[in-house]
């Protein structure tokens, strides 16, 4: 099972621990994907308990295959659709179903890099806005839309932040994730960790 930082769901006493100006995010409805890029190949891990891969992939993986060697953590999505069709062919990924067409229009969001020798420490010495910037740069490489950064401002008070969230949420996206621009990625003792650093406001 691959290791995660995940978020703190909303609450507004989360919230109001934020450190302000924050990042504001969008949260698409796909389901979470931690991808290792490697030589011998790309594996894209479920957060789902037992270590479960997505399968049938092959088209999105020859474009990862792509990006510098490294784990990237973001959401997959497939085609146009909202998350209850992005769950359900995640769900045929991993059960390895998938069919051609659907995996076609498979694609990733990504939201955060971790070389190799960090990863396997469990701890980054970046703070979240030079993860971010080093992943802008990698992501720039490949220059493929099935391959895309987190789109996102600054939001310089917990308002901005809120009415940031509504105005995702009328577009028809799931919600956004706060996160502190010097937030660290720390996964002790190789657990995935609910860091207060990132908080996910959802509808």
Request: contains cysteine; aromatic residues 8%; hydrophobic residues 40%.
């Amino acid at each position: 099972m691959a290791k995660m930082l995940l978020c703190t769901n909303y609450s507004p006493r989360a919230l109001q621990a934020m450190p302000f100006p924050a990042l504001a995010q969008v949260k698409a409805d796909g389901v979470r994907c931690m991808i290792h890029v490697a030589a011998d190949g790309v594996t894209l891990w479920s957060r789902g308990e037992g270590g479960h891969t997505y399968r049938g992939l092959d088209a999105l993986c020859a474009v990862l295959s792509t990006l510098a060697p490294g784990w990237y953590d973001g959401e997959l999505l497939f085609g146009p659709a909202r998350r209850q069709g992005s769950n359900g062919l995640a769900q045929q990924a991993l059960r390895g179903t998938l069919t051609p067409e659907a995996a076609a229009t498979a694609r990733v969001v990504l939201w955060d890099y971790l070389d190799a020798e960090a990863y396997d420490a469990g701890e980054s010495p970046l703070v979240y806005t030079e993860r971010l910037e080093l992943l802008e740069e990698l992501v720039a490489i490949v220059d493929d839309p099935r391959v895309q950064v987190v789109a996102g401002t600054v939001a310089p008070t917990r308002a901005r932040a809120l009415s940031y969230y509504r105005a995702q949420r009328r577009r028809g996206e799931e919600g956004i994730v706060v996160k502190d621009p010097n937030g660290l990625w720390r996964v002790p003792n190789g657990v995935s960790y609910r860091s207060p650093q990132q908080v996910k406001e959802v509808g």
